[in-house]
């Protein structure tokens, strides 16, 4: 059994291990690591153009958290958890990293106490006089890391979304819309599985509009999957199907039901919505999903929900809840509701 002093002492300084991968995210220090031949801190220093000793303080701290491995001579190889930080890798987490460590969701968290004080979430605005979206579009910065980081992303949640609807029926469904689907990966994922659907992706018109970031064409499904440019608040494409993948956690639940709504009016066919996200765990249950809840608390105005929460949400939209399915871990879960 852990002692619980060393285990308080290691969630405070937690924030160290993630700030140091970061920073060597940032330098680019895995692009120039290989797994198969060591390179030294003054060879990567010139690579990257950074200084030597610092850099190797930096690398000796990337080896100690198992992201790196040391050798002899302040000499460093690349392990399979640094792999995963590289831009060039197909699994890679680097824009993740960049985003969730990045100064912008660093300075939103010192908003934590005031918030539950008052009452009040939403440390971007506090911080940054803006909402999440509404700056990623006013600074180009933080929108291109942004996108990334949830392109980065949708590899291992296009997964656990297949896995956990591995026993749905999709034969009825021809038509299934990827609701503020972004760039379309998760779309593309289903459209691979089921050979009959035909995809479309609805997101705000300057993200469909980025023609050259979209997956269809890269993989050879534009055939089968169209791009629309629209506002979820507004109107969705009629579809047998809706799919929402860590959409609705960023909303209040008011903001859900007006979305739900409109799902549910623009339905065809037997009518389904598969809502993608981190399902809250019962009580005393560790859960990713209530460490992201706080992360939702600080970004905007949505929170991270148990099932029931997301059933009462569907009901009020006028769907009927057909309940969660999760893949082996249950990191993540698909709520299902019907029409």
């Known amino acids: 059994m852990t002692d619980p002093a060393e285990h308080v002492v290691d969630l405070i300084f937690g924030r160290w291990r993630s700030q140091i991968l970061y920073a060597g995210a940032a330098l680019g220090v895995f692009d120039h690591v290989s797994a198969d031949r060591a390179t030294t801190a003054t060879a990567l220093a010139q690579a990257i153009g950074a200084d030597a000793a610092l850099l190797y303080r930096l690398l000796r701290a990337l080896a100690s958290i198992g992201l790196l491995r040391e050798q002899e001579g302040q000499a460093f190889m690349l392990t399979a958890s640094g792999a995963l930080l590289r831009a060039d890798d197909a699994r890679s987490l680097r824009a993740m990293a960049l985003l969730e460590e990045g100064p912008e969701h660093y300075a939103i968290w010192k908003h934590l ?19 999440a979206f509404d700056h ?6 933080y929108g291109d890391v942004f996108n990334q ?4 992303y949708s590899a291992l949640q296009s997964q656990w979304a297949q896995e956990a609807l591995a026993g749905f029926d999709f034969a009825p469904v021809k038509t299934l819309c990827d609701v503020a689907g972004g760039h379309g990966h998760l779309m593309c994922a289903f459209l691979q599985a089921h050979a009959h659907l035909k995809g479309i992706v609805l997101d705000l018109p300057a993200v469909v509009g980025d023609r050259e970031r979209l997956w269809a064409p890269k993989l050879g499904l534009a055939d089968r999957c169209t791009y629309v440019g629209g506002d979820m608040f507004k109107a969705v494409p009629p579809a047998d199907a809706y799919m929402l993948k860590l959409i609705l956690h960023d909303w209040n639940d008011d903001e859900c039901v007006a979305i739900l709504s409109n799902l549910r009016r623009a339905v065809t066919g037997e009518g389904h919505v598969f809502i993608i996200e981190h399902v809250v765990s019962g009580p005393d249950q560790p859960h990713f999903a209530k460490l992201f809840d706080i992360h939702m608390m600080c970004w905007g105005t949505g929170r991270e929900r148990t099932e029931a929460e997301y059933d009462a949400l ?8 057909l309940g969660g399915r999760y893949p082996s871990h249950r990191t993540m879960g698909v709520v299902v509701g019907a029409a």
């Open 113 to 131: 106490p005031a918030m539950i004080r008052d009452g009040r979430q939403n440390a971007f605005v506090r911080e940054f006089g803006a909402m």
């Open 136 to 141: 990623a579009r006013a600074d180009r910065g």
């Open 314 to 321: 569907l009901t009020r939209a006028g769907w009927t809840p």
């Open 149 to 152: 980081a949830m392109t980065s």
